[in-house]
Nanobody, 123 residues
């Protein structure tokens, strides 16, 4: 599986962005998909994840109510809609996939990673 993330950019505080992650390869629908982010000087952290069915999601506490993860298995794509963005959301955002786990916040349990897309939120 190859993942390509895109949709980042420079926005102002309170704005919205939608990130997309396009997957190539077979069996996309069976993967647990997630978004992680890495801010300068900080460790990479789990942001949101979604099971293959799309019925179960998980979020970092600080983004709950603002971010929404979704997936379209027919298009082999997972999305992250980010509303009410804050300067502290500034980071490189990565999409990731795992077939070994039905849910995980641990980056070490992911097998495939996209190249990352920069999100910068100005105050």
């Amino acid at each position: 599986v190859q993942l390509q993330a895109y949709g980042g950019g420079l926005v102002e505080s309170g704005d919205s962005l939608r990130l997309s992650c396009a997957a190539s390869g077979r069996a996309f629908s069976f993967y647990y998909m997630a978004w992680f982010r890495e801010a300068p000087g900080k460790e990479r952290e789990f942001v949101a994840g979604i099971r293959w069915s799309g019925t179960s999601t998980s979020y970092l506490d600080s983004v709950k109510g603002r971010f929404t993860i979704s997936r379209d298995n027919a298009k082999n794509t997972v999305y992250l809609l980010m509303n009410s963005l804050k300067p502290e959301d500034t980071a490189v955002y990565y999409c990731a996939a795992t077939l070994r786990y039905s849910s995980s916040h641990n980056e070490g349990q992911y097998d495939y990673w996209g190249q990352g897309t920069q999100v910068t939120v100005s105050s």
